[in-house]
């Protein structure tokens, strides 16, 4: 099984910047693709950005497009989510997610279509 661990979280004023890592561990990651979903308290598990494995123009919640980055190192079987511009509301955990098989249309927005899930890592932004 792959497992798949992030970090680089913390604690940010308004208009700062944090990177997050995501590493997978256990065995050479094969799947489709790689994103990042976070959760505010209180709230529901929000969609933010996926890549595919190969390659290709990444997906992001209208929110963050234009100030979020999310790549992948396949040689170092990880997946990163540069965040610029940090605003309060973006304040939650922060999960990597990995999907085996291709998305049916629109399927990369819900949690429920990936198969390996990180622990989570807080961002916390202040104003």
């Known amino acids: 099984q792959v497992q798949l661990v992030e970090s680089g979280g913390g604690l940010v004023q308004a208009g700062g910047s944090l990177s997050l890592s995501c590493a997978a561990s256990g065995r050479t990651f094969s799947g489709y693709a790689m994103g990042w979903f976070r959760q505010a308290p209180g709230k529901a598990r929000e969609f933010v950005a996926v890549i595919r494995w190969s390659g290709g123009t990444p997906s992001y919640l209208d929110s963050v497009k234009d100030r979020f980055t999310i790549s992948r190192d396949k040689a170092k079987n990880s997946v990163f989510l540069q965040m610029n511009s940090l605003k309060p509301e973006d304040t939650a955990v922060y999960y990597c997610?990995?999907?085996?098989?291709?998305?049916?249309?629109?399927?990369?927005?819900?949690?429920?279509?990936?198969?390996?899930w990180g622990q989570g890592t807080q961002v916390t932004v202040s104003s």
């Open positions: 997610a990995a999907r085996s098989e291709p998305f049916s249309c629109g399927m990369h927005l819900r949690s429920s279509a990936y198969d390996y």
